[in-house]
C-alpha cells in the first residue's frame, strides 16, 4: 500500500447535491532527471470519480470506486499512466465527481447521503524518473474546482446535462481559469483505504434500437429488444435550449411506458442542447431498462439515433449451457443477463428500482450458477469483505443487505427486530463455499473462515429451547407463489422448518471447512451442533415415516437436499415431493428458500421426470411462463407480468431479478452434467441425466486448469456422449445405467446403451 501523502478534498462551496463538481491541478515534471521510468497513479473519491490526464480518460473505468461500506473501506484503484507523461511539458489532471452511492439516493424511504454529504476526490500520482528521482503529486489545497456541465445526477433518479455549460478543454492545458475557484480539505482518515481487488465496471457492449414507434397517448417509444442495465448514448444537434428528456422502464403496459414496477425512482435523463453536435452519455448513474420514452428529440427519431450502453462489472465469462428445447436456451440467456445487470460492482437483487441493494439471500441460493457464468471470485471477494466488517461490528449478525444501508434509517416496519435469517445470513457461509468449490483456492476459503464462524456462532445463541431456530423474524420461503402480493412473507413452509433446516446445512458446511482448513477442534464441535440442530429438526418437525412439517414443497425440498433426511425417511419425502408437484400441475409451488432446490431433491431421490416437467412447464408460475412472455431477464415474481400483459399488482416488482434463476445450477450439473469432484475441479464429475424430450445438450466451464466439456446426444444407437478433460485432471463419467468410467485428461467419446424420456 503506499505511503499516503494525498488529502480528500472538495470544491469550494459544494452546497448543491445535485451538481456534479470538477476538480484539476496544473503541473509540470521535474526536469533534470530523464525520461519518466514509471508513473502510477491512484484515486478513489467520496462518490464516484472519472479521471482525466489532459483531458484523456485515464481508464475505462465508470461508477468508480463503486460502493463499498463506506464506514470501514474506501476502495482506490491504481493506474498505469507512464506513457501520458513526458518531462519538460505542461501537464492538466482532473477529477470529475457524482453522488454515486456515497451521497446519492438509497433504498426505497426517500433517503440520501447517508455517508456523508461531501463529495470528495482523492488522488496521489507518483513519478519515477530514470535516474531514481521520484516526483509525488497529490490532491491538496493547490487544486481548483469549477461546476460542471452536470446540473443533478443521481442513481435512481437520472442524470441532467446541460451542453451550453460543457468546457471540453477544462482537463487540458487550453482550459482557461474563469470561474474556477478554490477546494477545501475533507476530514477523512486514510487507515478507511484499501485497494480495489474485484473488476471494475466498464462499458460491456452496445446494443442498437431495434424499433421506434408512437405510443396510443402519442408518445415516442424506442425498443432495444433486451432488458439491460446501462444507459443511452447518442450525438443529436437541435436549437440551444431545447430539452432532450429520457426515461427508461423494463416493460410496457398499455402500450406505454411500465413504469410503476420503478416505485420513486425517477429513471430519467435529461439533455439541454448547446446548439452544436452534442453527444450525450450519462455516465453517473444506471438504469434497468428495455424500453426508452424520448421527448423533444429534434426532427423525427430513428434508429440509428440511439445506442444502449451496456454496463457491469468486467467478469470474465466461463461457463455455457446449450440444449435442444430452445425455450430453455432463453431460460438460460435470461439468467445470464440478470448476471450481467444485477452485478454491477455489488451483487444487487434489481437494477432499476428504488432499491439495488444487495441482498445477502438473492446470493446466498445464486452462488454456484454465478460461479460457473463467470469467473467471479474477485467481484465476491471484495464484496465479502463488506460482510466481514459489518458483521464484525454488530457481534457477528449477517445484515440482510450488504453494504447495509438499511441501518442508517428508520426501523423497517416489515422486518421487526432485524437479527440474523436464514438464507440471507447464511450467505457467510454458504458463498464462501460455493467459491472453494469453483476455484480450489483454500487461502480464500481461510479468509472467509471467520465470517462463517462467527454467523453459526451467532445463530447457536438464538435458538429455542428446543434446539429450534424459530425465535426471530425469518423471511422464510419468500415470495411463495401461492401468497397474496402484498403479503410475500405469507408462505406455505413453516418458517423454523425452513430456518433450522438452513442452519444445519450451514453448519455441516462450516465443518467441512475446519477440516480443509486444519481445525480439527472447530470441526469437532460444528460437527456435534450440527448433530443437535438435526436431532432437533427430526425430533419436532417429521414424524417417523418422513412427512414433513407444513407438508409442502420447499419443506421437503431442503430436507432432502440438505440431508436432514436419510434412508426410509428421505425415500419417503422425495415420493412426497413428487406427488405434491404433481398435484400443482408441474407449477411452481416453492419461494426463495424453496425454489433452487426443489428440481435437485426430486432428481437425487429417483424422481428426474417429475424435475423436468417442472422445468419445462410453461404455464404460469413456471420457469417458462416469463419466456412465453417475452422475457428477456429472470422476474422478482413469477407472474411479475399478468397474462393479460398488466403488471402484477404488488409493489414490489422487479423485471431482472437474478435469484429464481438458481435453477441454472441444476440445467448445469444434471441436465449438462458437470460438477467438482474436488474443489477447483482437479476431479470432475460428468453425469448428464437425460430427460424432458431433449435430444441434446451441452455444457462447457473454463476451470482453473483448462476447459471442462460434455456433449449429449441421444440417437438410434443410445447416447453418444462426448467429453473434454482438462490436462492435469481426471473426470468420472457416470451414465443412467451405467458403470462409473475414470477419464483422464483429453477427449473421449463414449456410447452407452441408453434411451432417455
Same mark, same amino acid.
Given at each position: 500500500?503506499?505511503?499516503?501523502?494525498?488529502?480528500?478534498?472538495?470544491?469550494?462551496?459544494?452546497?448543491?447535491?445535485?451538481?456534479?463538481?470538477?476538480?484539476?491541478?496544473?503541473? &509540470?515534471?521535474?526536469?533534470?532527471?530523464?525520461?519518466?521510468?514509471?508513473?502510477?497513479?491512484?484515486?478513489?473519491?467520496?462518490?464516484?470519480?472519472?479521471?482525466?490526464?489532459?483531458?484523456?480518460?485515464?481508464?475505462?473505468?465508470?461508477?468508480?470506486?463503486?460502493?463499498?461500506?463506506?464506514?470501514?473501506?474506501?476502495?482506490?484503484?491504481?493506474?498505469?499512466?507512464?506513457?501520458?507523461?513526458?518531462?519538460?511539458?505542461?501537464?492538466?489532471?482532473?477529477?470529475?465527481?457524482?453522488?454515486?452511492?456515497?451521497?446519492?439516493?438509497?433504498?426505497?424511504?426517500?433517503?440520501?447521503?447517508?455517508?456523508?454529504?461531501?463529495?470528495?476526490?482523492?488522488?496521489?500520482?507518483?513519478?519515477?524518473?530514470?535516474?531514481?528521482?521520484?516526483?509525488?503529486?497529490?490532491?491538496?489545497?493547490?487544486?481548483?474546482?469549477?461546476?460542471?456541465?452536470?446540473?443533478?445526477?443521481?442513481?435512481?433518479?437520472?442524470?441532467?446535462?446541460?451542453?451550453?455549460?460543457?468546457?471540453?478543454?477544462?482537463?487540458?492545458?487550453?482550459?482557461?481559469?474563469?470561474?474556477?475557484?478554490?477546494?477545501?480539505?475533507?476530514?477523512?482518515?486514510?487507515?478507511?483505504?484499501?485497494?480495489?481487488?474485484?473488476?471494475?465496471?466498464?462499458?460491456?457492449?452496445?446494443?442498437?434500437?431495434?424499433?421506434?414507434?408512437?405510443?396510443?397517448?402519442?408518445?415516442?417509444?424506442?425498443?432495444?429488444?433486451?432488458?439491460?442495465?446501462?444507459?443511452?448514448?447518442?450525438?443529436?444537434?437541435?436549437?440551444?435550449?431545447?430539452?432532450?428528456?429520457?426515461?427508461?422502464?423494463?416493460?410496457?403496459?398499455?402500450?406505454?411506458?411500465?413504469?410503476?414496477?420503478?416505485?420513486?425512482?425517477?429513471?430519467?435523463?435529461?439533455?439541454?442542447?448547446?446548439?452544436?453536435?452534442?453527444?450525450?452519455?450519462?455516465?453517473?448513474?444506471?438504469?434497468?431498462?428495455?424500453?426508452?420514452?424520448?421527448?423533444?428529440?429534434?426532427?423525427?427519431?430513428?434508429?440509428?439515433?440511439?445506442?444502449?450502453?451496456?454496463?457491469?462489472?468486467?467478469?470474465?465469462?466461463?461457463?455455457?449451457?446449450?440444449?435442444?428445447?430452445?425455450?430453455?436456451?432463453?431460460?438460460?440467456?435470461?439468467?445470464?443477463?440478470?448476471?450481467?445487470?444485477?452485478?454491477?460492482?455489488?451483487?444487487?437483487?434489481?437494477?432499476?428500482?428504488?432499491?439495488?441493494?444487495?441482498?445477502?439471500?438473492?446470493?446466498?441460493?445464486?452462488?454456484?450458477?454465478?460461479?460457473?457464468?463467470?469467473?467471479?471470485?474477485?467481484?465476491?471477494?471484495?464484496?465479502?469483505?463488506?460482510?466481514?466488517?459489518?458483521?464484525?461490528?454488530?457481534?457477528?449478525?449477517?445484515?440482510?443487505?450488504?453494504?447495509?444501508?438499511?441501518?442508517?434509517?428508520?426501523?423497517?416496519?416489515?422486518?421487526?427486530?432485524?437479527?440474523? &435469517?436464514?438464507?440471507?445470513?447464511?450467505?457467510?457461509?454458504?458463498?464462501?463455499?460455493?467459491?472453494?468449490?469453483?476455484?480450489?483456492?483454500?487461502?480464500?476459503?481461510?479468509?472467509?473462515?471467520?465470517?462463517?464462524?462467527?454467523?453459526?456462532?451467532?445463530?447457536?445463541?438464538?435458538?429455542?429451547?428446543?434446539?429450534?431456530?424459530?425465535?426471530?423474524?425469518?423471511?422464510?420461503?419468500?415470495?411463495?407463489?401461492?401468497?397474496?402480493?402484498?403479503?410475500?412473507?405469507?408462505?406455505?413452509?413453516?418458517?423454523?422448518?425452513?430456518?433450522?433446516?438452513?442452519?444445519?446445512?450451514?453448519?455441516?458446511?462450516?465443518?467441512?471447512?475446519?477440516?480443509?482448513?486444519?481445525?480439527?477442534?472447530?470441526?469437532?464441535?460444528?460437527?456435534?451442533?450440527?448433530?443437535?440442530?438435526?436431532?432437533?429438526?427430526?425430533?419436532?418437525?417429521?414424524?417417523?415415516?418422513?412427512?414433513?412439517?407444513?407438508?409442502?414443497?420447499?419443506?421437503?425440498?431442503?430436507?432432502?437436499?440438505?440431508?436432514?433426511?436419510?434412508?426410509?425417511?428421505?425415500?419417503?419425502?422425495?415420493?412426497?415431493?413428487?406427488?405434491?408437484?404433481?398435484?400443482?400441475?408441474?407449477?411452481?409451488?416453492?419461494?426463495?428458500?424453496?425454489?433452487?432446490?426443489?428440481?435437485?431433491?426430486?432428481?437425487?431421490?429417483?424422481?428426474?421426470?417429475?424435475?423436468?416437467?417442472?422445468?419445462?412447464?410453461?404455464?404460469?408460475?413456471?420457469?417458462?411462463?416469463?419466456?412465453?412472455?417475452?422475457?428477456?431477464?429472470?422476474?422478482?415474481?413469477?407472474?411479475?407480468?399478468?397474462?393479460?400483459?398488466?403488471?402484477?399488482?404488488?409493489?414490489?416488482?422487479?423485471?431482472?431479478?437474478?435469484?429464481?434463476?438458481?435453477?441454472?445450477?441444476?440445467?448445469?450439473?444434471?441436465?449438462?452434467?458437470?460438477?467438482?469432484?474436488?474443489?477447483?475441479?482437479?476431479?470432475?464429475?460428468?453425469?448428464?441425466?437425460?430427460?424432458?424430450?431433449?435430444?441434446?445438450?451441452?455444457?462447457?466451464?473454463?476451470?482453473?486448469?483448462?476447459?471442462?466439456?460434455?456433449?449429449?446426444?441421444?440417437?438410434?444407437?443410445?447416447?453418444?456422449?462426448?467429453?473434454?478433460?482438462?490436462?492435469?485432471?481426471?473426470?468420472?463419467?457416470?451414465?443412467?445405467?451405467?458403470?462409473?468410467?475414470?477419464?483422464?485428461?483429453?477427449?473421449?467419446?463414449?456410447?452407452?446403451?441408453?434411451?432417455?424420456?
Amino acid at each position: 500500500m503506499p505511503t499516503w501523502q494525498a488529502t480528500m478534498i472538495a470544491a469550494d462551496g459544494d452546497a448543491d447535491r445535485d451538481g456534479a463538481p470538477l476538480l484539476r491541478r496544473r503541473f &509540470t515534471l521535474d526536469d533534470g532527471h530523464g525520461e519518466v521510468a514509471r508513473a502510477v497513479l491512484h484515486v478513489t473519491a467520496q462518490g464516484v470519480v472519472e479521471t482525466f490526464l489532459d483531458g484523456e480518460a485515464v481508464s475505462g473505468d465508470v461508477l468508480s470506486p463503486g460502493w463499498s461500506s463506506f464506514e470501514w473501506r474506501l476502495r482506490y484503484r491504481t493506474h498505469d499512466v507512464t506513457a501520458s507523461l513526458s518531462t519538460g511539458s505542461e501537464h492538466v489532471l482532473g477529477l470529475a465527481l457524482g453522488n454515486g452511492w456515497f451521497r446519492g439516493r438509497l433504498g426505497w424511504n426517500g433517503g440520501r447521503a447517508y455517508y456523508g454529504e461531501d463529495l470528495g476526490g482523492f488522488a496521489q500520482l507518483e513519478v519515477t524518473f530514470a535516474d531514481g528521482h521520484v516526483q509525488t503529486l497529490v490532491t491538496d489545497g493547490s487544486w481548483e474546482s469549477h461546476a460542471s456541465a452536470v446540473t443533478a445526477n443521481d442513481l435512481y433518479d437520472g442524470q441532467d446535462v446541460d451542453a451550453r455549460l460543457l468546457d471540453p478543454a477544462w482537463a487540458t492545458t487550453a482550459g482557461t481559469g474563469d470561474g474556477w475557484g478554490g477546494v477545501r480539505a475533507l476530514e477523512f482518515d486514510t487507515a478507511l483505504l484499501t485497494e480495489h481487488v474485484g473488476p471494475p465496471v466498464r462499458r460491456q457492449e452496445v446494443l442498437p434500437a431495434q424499433r421506434v414507434w408512437t405510443s396510443p397517448s402519442g408518445r415516442t417509444l424506442v425498443d432495444f429488444g433486451q432488458n439491460l442495465v446501462g444507459w443511452l448514448r447518442f450525438t443529436v444537434r437541435g436549437e440551444a435550449g431545447q430539452v432532450v428528456t429520457l426515461r427508461h422502464a423494463e416493460v410496457l403496459e398499455d402500450g406505454e411506458l411500465g413504469v410503476r414496477p420503478l416505485r420513486t425512482a425517477k429513471a430519467t435523463d435529461t439533455f439541454t442542447l448547446s446548439g452544436g453536435d452534442d453527444v450525450f452519455e450519462p455516465t453517473f448513474t444506471f438504469h434497468g431498462f428495455r424500453y426508452a420514452e424520448v421527448d423533444g428529440w429534434p426532427g423525427e427519431l430513428r434508429e440509428q439515433d440511439l445506442e444502449a450502453v451496456v454496463v457491469h462489472s468486467e467478469l470474465e465469462r466461463t461457463g455455457e449451457f446449450e440444449c435442444s428445447d430452445e425455450m430453455l436456451n432463453q431460460l438460460h440467456r435470461n439468467v445470464v443477463w440478470g448476471t450481467k445487470g444485477n452485478f454491477l460492482d455489488v451483487p444487487t437483487d434489481c437494477p432499476q428500482r428504488d432499491e439495488r441493494l444487495g441482498w445477502t439471500g438473492d446470493l446466498a441460493v445464486f452462488a454456484p450458477t454465478a460461479a460457473y457464468l463467470y469467473d467471479v471470485e474477485d467481484f465476491l471477494r471484495d464484496w465479502m469483505r463488506d460482510l466481514a466488517a459489518e458483521q464484525a461490528a454488530r457481534d457477528g449478525l449477517v445484515a440482510f443487505v450488504v453494504p447495509d444501508v438499511l441501518k442508517h434509517v428508520p426501523p423497517i416496519g416489515a422486518f421487526p427486530d432485524p437479527d440474523s &435469517t436464514a438464507v440471507w445470513s447464511d450467505v457467510a457461509v454458504w458463498l464462501p463455499w460455493a467459491l472453494w468449490e469453483a476455484y480450489g483456492r483454500r487461502e480464500l476459503l481461510a479468509e472467509h473462515y471467520p465470517a462463517m464462524t462467527a454467523h453459526v456462532e451467532r445463530v447457536l445463541t438464538l435458538l429455542s429451547p428446543q434446539g429450534l431456530w424459530d425465535t426471530v423474524f425469518q423471511f422464510g420461503d419468500w415470495l411463495d407463489p401461492d401468497a397474496p402480493p402484498e403479503r410475500p412473507a405469507d408462505a406455505k413452509a413453516d418458517k423454523g422448518v425452513v430456518a433450522t433446516a438452513c442452519l444445519f446445512r450451514s453448519l455441516r458446511t462450516v465443518a467441512d471447512a475446519a477440516r480443509v482448513l486444519g481445525h480439527p477442534g472447530d470441526a469437532e464441535r460444528f460437527d456435534a451442533a450440527a448433530a443437535r440442530v438435526r436431532t432437533a429438526f427430526l425430533e419436532h418437525y417429521v414424524d417417523e415415516q418422513g412427512l414433513v412439517l407444513s407438508d409442502c414443497a420447499t419443506a421437503y425440498a431442503l430436507a432432502i437436499e440438505f440431508g436432514l433426511l436419510t434412508g426410509a425417511q428421505r425415500e419417503w419425502a422425495g415420493q412426497r415431493l413428487a406427488e405434491i408437484v404433481e398435484k400443482a400441475g408441474y407449477r411452481v409451488s416453492t419461494g426463495f428458500a424453496g425454489t433452487p432446490y426443489v428440481t435437485g431433491a426430486l432428481s437425487g431421490t429417483g424422481h428426474l421426470d417429475a424435475a423436468y416437467r417442472l422445468l419445462t412447464e410453461r404455464e404460469c408460475p413456471s420457469w417458462l411462463y416469463p419466456v412465453t412472455m417475452g422475457a428477456t431477464t429472470v422476474w422478482e415474481r413469477w407472474d411479475s407480468m399478468l397474462p393479460d400483459g398488466s403488471i402484477n399488482p404488488g409493489e414490489m416488482t422487479s423485471f431482472n431479478h437474478y435469484a429464481l434463476g438458481a435453477v441454472a445450477d441444476w440445467m448445469h450439473r444434471v441436465v449438462a452434467g458437470l460438477s467438482p469432484l474436488e474443489p477447483g475441479y482437479r476431479r470432475s464429475l460428468v453425469a448428464p441425466q437425460p430427460g424432458g424430450g431433449l435430444t441434446w445438450a451441452r455444457g462447457s466451464l473454463r476451470t482453473p486448469h483448462g476447459n471442462l466439456a460434455v456433449r449429449w446426444e441421444r440417437g438410434d444407437a443410445g447416447l453418444v456422449v462426448d467429453v473434454e478433460v482438462p490436462a492435469g485432471t481426471t473426470a468420472v463419467l457416470r451414465l443412467p445405467g451405467e458403470a462409473d468410467r475414470e477419464l483422464p485428461a483429453g477427449t473421449h467419446r463414449v456410447t452407452a446403451a441408453v434411451t432417455a424420456s
